[in-house]
Nanobody, 120 residues
């Protein structure tokens, strides 16, 4: 089992910045991929950014150049630095961990989410 706790959400003006953190209950070097997803009211949950144990990253086109995902293995945290925020970034942001138990079997774990609201 992996437990994830997000922090750092809040209200910010358009053009501002926020930094989200996700603390894991296990050593994150054992987790293949960690990342952030978001869900706006009335919309499906979507990928924001992911990072693998090797440091490879993937971003949604809508956040490229503005958001940066990073992982700190010593602190067992994954962070999301969000700059130049836009009102359309408003959503609940969820931390995700994908842990492989074999070559073909994995489990996805989710945090409870943190609200990010960007005022225009």
């Amino acid at each position: 089992q992996v437990q994830l706790v997000e922090s750092g959400g809040g209200l910010v003006q358009a053009g501002g910045s926020l930094r989200l953190s996700c603390a894991a209950s296990v050593k994150i070097f054992t987790i293949s991929t960690m990342g952030w997803y978001r869900q706006a009211p009335g919309k499906q949950r979507e990928l924001v950014a992911t990072i693998t144990t090797s440091g490879s990253t993937d971003y949604a086109d809508s956040v490229k150049g503005r958001f940066t995902v990073s992982r700190d293995n010593a602190k067992n945290t994954v962070n999301l630095q969000m700059n130049v925020l836009k009102p359309e970034d408003t959503a609940v942001y969820y931390c995700n961990a994908r842990k492989y138990y074999s070559n073909s079997y994995y489990s996805d774990y989710w945090g409870h989410g943190t609200q990010v609201t960007v005022a225009s």
